[in-house]
């Protein structure tokens, strides 16, 4: 593992990598030029055969999406989800403040093999310094004839647009991103018709990673078997992980899927191990909403299949952040509860009322007066947002109810403890001045 | 109950008023038409145009974003709402966004606000007394690494510790960005970076802020 | 027509409709709030939630998918088989109920939709006895969101059923939501209240008590209400509607379904324009005048009175002398009847049109749709069966005149007998009509209220409003459609109906359907089969 040569943050550090001069001089705009000599449909073979599965969460193949595209369509667009609002996900905004082109290079492909003319990047508002950046990159690519009409002095034309989210988590689902993009609230919409029949303007959209997106140079350039050489069988390709919190060296690093969220916490080129005095007591590995892993678990790998064998919903964003010792479970639940709380969208009747309900019930835990039965009735909100798939139009549900339910699963000794030593008379008196 | 009853026949905007959307802006704003197929779509951009130049976005400029995109009013409210960032009135100066996500708290978030409200004297949405600053929270601003994080206006400041507070509240350039901008977005009104650039004229970005200028001026 | 299987039962299907409407219309009760036939599916209530039998992916043998499917979105297949009564579906339908009411403050003690309440009803049905948060409630404000309407956020189930209206069927917008999550609201701009011409019917598809209507507001209780069902006469389009009345006072006008005419919805008009039947100007009692003797003979003596009178006019002056206007208010029965009396007595009796009210223009919506893209129009025609009326009329051949010859005719001084009829809301008769009444020896008035006509009529009828009356009306599109009798006329007054079939010769009591086969015997061109009521395509 220690021989894994990083490719997609191969440019991270370099001096004037957000350059099209430097970008270029380290072997940029190669791959993006032998795609163009192919036909779309070859480009789309490669990427379903390097297995190419999507990097923002749900982990469906990039390719198989691309092939959904009806064949007899005149116009197709591309969005680029780049509204990367997971906490504690960061590693889209480290592609696109340390190497812009690499995306606009991955997403100019990509238009190419689903013959989109306007790639949208959805970029969510608090990116103000990525804005900047990935704005100037778009600006040397347009001045370099690489975007615009026939690119490369060829027959393709693409325009690359940003455009600015406002605060929205759910406008990184795919359909609440492509409202938002139409100008009206974020709001998912049913499937069918999906996207790559009807979507954006009704037209045929595809909706692609930041991340995703990034590896398609590398790709091309080096063929689907080196992607599939890449970590487990089923989880193939470098991959970016985030790791956070109160470890020594929080960042983003590139690696094989499959390693172990302590290698990520501990090895000297990723996190580096706890900081001093701190101790593991909890991770998130995967994103918040794929659910927490307790001290004892953190031999999980870091792929798509392994999570599921620790209750979790998936590999997620495979973003990782740890909770110390010092930290009290109640203040993680209420985060949880809060984030969910506020994020909700609000069309789904289970998940709007449910993430709000869990909110007061988690304040109340975090202030000191909650009851033991609360914690069952956590797990029955829960249980009751997402009991079964279908419940609700999105994925926002099922994710606000994995760390809810994680939590005070992995925990409940602790929170019980915790209730239990409320001073007497606590939750009376703190009910009663709420009703 | 205390429940009151809202009337909401009454004009929220006085239809002799004069336009608060000057001509640079409204050009601004239909200069994203062919970016869409919708003028429906240009709503974000307008919105984030007005609120970059106007400071909030009033009653009275959604009506007149409303009349640009040919949309409802109702429909601007709609979709203004949905979204955390937008202003529907005055904020301060500079808006101060500490991030809440579960890292920043983890490495001690909380304290940081706790600070700042008390260094500002205001509470999670309010806004100082000399209408400098504003003070809200958000979801995580993606910037974990480097938790407890928060943002100047667009500038983003890392690794913040309670202690950490005063200096940058005192520092005037706070919220000055450590890269070129892109002229794409106006610098948003009142910040330091805004009074730099008008102060030098000659500074390639100033054109857009003109219209900015002239509105604060009168 | 596909058949699906629900719950064990098979049920034939219309092509095209979903799950959920075909398991309505079989007449199951599945629990909803967003879903209406008429608006777009948002599938966001998620309380219709199902499960489907699909092959299995490696044995293709078929059985229950481990998911639910909204039902409301799912289209039917022939031989799909779904299930409702499965403890995962039933259980989501109660969580569902436990959360709609977490922050509801239950005070239907004192709300108008009680007795008609979806939240009631499927609680009662669905949900459970007792809600476990302990929790403060959020509250949120009541807002007057128009002239005629007032919105309570804190009872919205968020069914988006009103901005879909809005939206889609008066085009108008008014209507949105604001704000997200657990927090969003229907609100207006304010300044631009919801003030459109359909605006009454978001009231109507408000699943809860959360949209009102102020003129109905804490007047009476819903369960004291009785419906009938009946035709509008706003305008011809003539909507389906049903009058709600208690002690013999109409409460309130609520559309019934019709796809041949106005779908679900009605207009404000025709839904606010009844107030008049309850006007005290209206008159009563009939007038009889010989000479200076003015009585008020019993309304058994009329029929005897009044053709005695024609008669010994046609003798002493000639058949020709005489003329009937008709109005387009009268139903078609109505109608046929004066007709049949005045004919009898003079077969070469003039038949006239009474005046047709038209008012601006017609109105399509959504707002600038046309072609099949319209979902609704008030047409500018504001009478119910000007079609009905002017067939009778041309059935009857003979001596037939247009309101504008008749003022000219009746000037002239060419007849000396007639029977005018008015029945219109408004004043309709103008100066130059007034002038006629001087012409006449003998002069039968039938209106709802005092006209200038009256002081020169030897009789004076009281008619009565169509809430009073049973007959049928032909919309300007040539759909004949019955009503029914809703409420009894004033004191003293009998409805016109009765009257006329007693004065054209029959006895006992008066019924649409008698008469309609009286008319379809008395010539074959007037035998419509008319519209029977719509079975309701279920909205509620």
């Known amino acids: ?435 | 109950m205390s429940w009151k009853t809202l009337d909401r026949n009454q004009q929220a905007v006085d239809p002799d008023a004069p336009p608060v959307l000057s001509d640079a802006i409204r050009d601004r704003i239909r200069s994203f038409f062919d970016r869409y197929e919708t003028k429906r779509a240009v709503l974000l951009p307008a919105l984030h145009i007005v609120q970059n130049t106007l400071g909030h976005v009033s009653w009275q400029a959604m009506a007149e974003i409303a009349e640009l995109l040919e949309i409802h009013p109702s429909d601007v409210m709609n979709t203004i709402s949905f979204y955390t960032h937008f202003w529907t009135h005055p904020k301060g100066e500079k808006v101060i966004t500490v991030c809440r996500s579960i890292t920043c708290e983890v490495m001690g978030g909380s304290a940081v606000l706790d600070e700042l409200k008390q260094q500002l004297g205001v509470d999670e949405h309010g806004t100082t007394t000399d209408g400098r600053y504003s003070l809200v929270t958000e979801e995580c601003l993606a910037g974990c690494d480097h938790g407890p994080c928060l943002l100047v206006n667009e500038k983003m400041h890392k690794c913040v510790k309670p202690e950490d507070v005063a200096k940058i509240l005192a520092d005037s350039g706070n919220d000055r960005l450590s890269m070129e901008r892109s002229e794409l977005f106006d610098v948003p009104a009142g910040t330091s970076e805004h009074a730099l650039s008008a102060s030098s004229s000659g500074d390639g970005n100033i054109d857009t802020t003109s219209d900015v200028r002239e509105m604060r001026e009168s | 027509m596909p058949k699906i299987i629900i719950d064990n039962q098979e049920i034939e299907c219309r092509d095209g409709v979903n799950v959920l409407q075909a398991a309505l219309e079989a007449g199951m009760e599945i629990p909803h709030y967003c879903y209406h036939p008429g608006l777009k599916v948002v599938a966001s209530c998620r309380l219709c939630l199902m499960e489907m039998q699909m092959p299995h992916p490696k044995t293709q043998e078929m059985g229950w998918v481990p998911k639910l499917f909204p039902s409301c979105q799912t289209p039917v297949r022939d031989g799909m088989i779904c299930r409702f009564d499965s403890d995962t579906v039933k259980q989501n339908q109660a969580n569902c109920m436990e959360f709609f009411l977490l922050n509801h403050p239950l005070d239907c003690p004192v709300c108008d939709q009680a007795g008609e309440c979806h939240l009631q009803d499927y609680s009662y049905h669905f949900g459970h006895a007792e809600s476990r948060m302990v929790d403060q409630k959020l509250k949120t404000p009541k807002k007057d969101i128009g002239p005629r309407t007032l919105l309570y956020s804190d009872r919205c189930v968020m069914c988006t059923r009103c901005v879909r209206f809005t939206e889609e069927i008066s085009g108008t917008h008014e209507l949105c939501m604001v704000n997200r999550g657990s927090r969003a609201e229907i609100d207006v701009f304010s300044g631009h209240p919801l003030d459109n011409p359909l605006q009454g019917n978001v009231v109507d598809i408000c699943p809860v008590g959360c949209l009102l209507d102020k003129d109905f507001l804490f007047k009476r209780r819903v369960w004291e209400l009785n419906g009938t069902s009946s035709v509008c006469p706003g305008c011809a389009t003539g909507c389906s509607i049903r009058v709600d009345q208690a002690d013999n006072h109409v409460y309130r006008l609520k559309p019934r379904f019709n796809p041949k005419v106005n779908d679900w919805w009605m207009c404000d008009e025709g839904r606010f324009g009844s107030d008049y039947v309850h006007d005290a100007k209206r008159i009563s009692s009939p007038i009889v005048r010989r000479g200076l003797d003015e009585t008020t003979p019993a309304w058994e003596d009329m029929p005897e009175i009044l053709r005695f009178r024609f008669e010994e006019h046609v003798r002493e002056h000639s058949g020709e002398s005489v003329v009937a206007m008709l109005s387009p208010f009268m139903s078609c029965e109505e109608g046929w009847l004066l007709i049949k009396f005045i004919r009898e007595i003079a077969p070469n009796a003039t038949l006239a049109m009474g005046p047709v009210p038209m008012a601006g223009e017609d109105q399509s919506f959504p707002a600038g749709a046309n072609g099949d893209a319209v979902k609704f129009t008030i047409l500018k025609e504001k009478c119910p069966n000007r079609k009905g009326i002017e067939q009778l009329i041309a059935s009857a051949g003979g001596n037939t005149l247009s309101f504008e010859e008749f003022v000219g005719q009746c000037t002239e001084g060419k007849f000396s007998a007639g029977w005018v009829v008015g029945g219109y809301p408004n004043e309709w008769v103008d100066k130059a009509t007034a002038k006629i009444a001087s012409k006449f020896q003998l002069l039968v008035v039938q209106d709802l209220f005092e006209n200038a006509l009256m002081a020169g009529a030897a009789v004076v009828l009281p008619a009565c409003a169509w809430v009073e009356r049973e007959g049928s009306f032909m919309n300007a599109a040539g759909l004949v459609q019955p009503f029914e009798r809703a409420v009894q006329p004033p004191d003293g007054a009998r409805h016109d109906g009765q009257y006329l079939y007693e004065i054209a010769g029959y006895t006992g009591l008066y019924s649409g359907e008698r008469v309609r086969e009286l008319m379809a015997e008395s010539k074959a061109d007037l035998s419509v089969a008319y519209e029977a009521p719509c079975k309701p395509v279920h909205a509620h």
């Open chain 1, 1 to 435: 593992m220690a021989t894994f040569e990083p490719v997609l943050l191969r440019n991270v550090g370099v001096e004037g990598a957000r350059t099209l001069k430097v970008y270029e001089s380290r072997g940029g705009y190669q791959a993006v030029r032998k795609a163009l000599g192919m036909s779309p449909d070859e480009v789309v073979e490669i990427v379903k055969e390097a297995n190419l599965r999507g990097r923002g969460g749900a982990g469906f193949p990039a390719g198989v999406k691309w092939s959904f595209l009806p064949k007899d369509r005149t116009h197709t667009l591309l969005c680029v989800n780049a509204d990367e609002s997971e906490p504690p996900t960061f590693c889209n905004r480290v592609l696109m403040e340390s190497d812009p082109h690499q995306l606009i290079e991955g997403t100019i492909i990509s238009a190419y093999a689903t013959q989109s003319q306007i790639a949208y990047i959805y970029m969510r508002g608090e990116f103000h310094e990525q804005f900047h950046i990935l704005q100037k990159a778009i600006d040397e690519a347009y001045a370099a004839g690489y975007l615009g009409k026939n690119i490369f002095n060829g027959d393709f034309s693409l325009e690359i647009y940003i455009h600015r989210g406002a605060g929205a988590y759910v406008c990184g689902e795919e359909t609440g991103l492509i409202e938002s993009l139409e100008g009206k609230r974020g709001w998912p919409r049913i499937k069918p018709p999906f996207p790559a029949v009807e979507g954006l303007f009704r037209r045929p959209t595809v909706v692609n990673n930041v991340e995703t997106l990034s590896c398609v140079p590398h790709i091309i350039e080096r063929g689907a078997d080196w992607f599939t050489g890449i970590g487990p069988s089923h989880s193939v390709g470098p991959k970016l992980f985030c790791i956070s919190g109160p470890v020594n060296k929080p960042g983003c690093y590139e690696a094989a899927m499959g390693i172990t969220v302590r290698e990520l916490i501990e090895r000297d080129d990723m996190g580096g191990g706890m900081a001093p005095g701190k101790r593991v007591k909890a991770v998130f590995p995967g994103g918040v909403s794929m659910g927490v892993l307790s001290a004892e678990e953190l031999d999980m790998k870091m792929d798509f299949d392994d999570p599921r064998n620790y209750s979790l919903l998936g590999l997620g964003t495979a973003a990782a952040v740890v909770i110390d010792q010092d930290t009290d479970m109640r203040i993680v639940l209420r985060n949880m509860a809060r984030f969910y709380g506020t994020e909700s969208c609000g069309q789904c009747t289970q998940c709007r009322e449910g993430t709000a309900w869990m909110h007061k019930i988690a304040t109340r835990i975090a202030a000191g007066a909650g009851r033991l039965e609360d914690l069952d009735l956590l797990l029955e909100t829960a249980r009751n947002m997402g009991m079964m798939p279908g419940l609700s139009i999105c994925g926002l549900s099922d994710g606000a109810t994995y760390p809810i339910e994680t939590i005070v699963k992995k925990f409940r000794s602790e929170l019980e403890e915790a209730i239990r030593s409320q001073p007497a008379g606590r939750v009376d008196r703190v009910l009663q001045v709420l009703n």
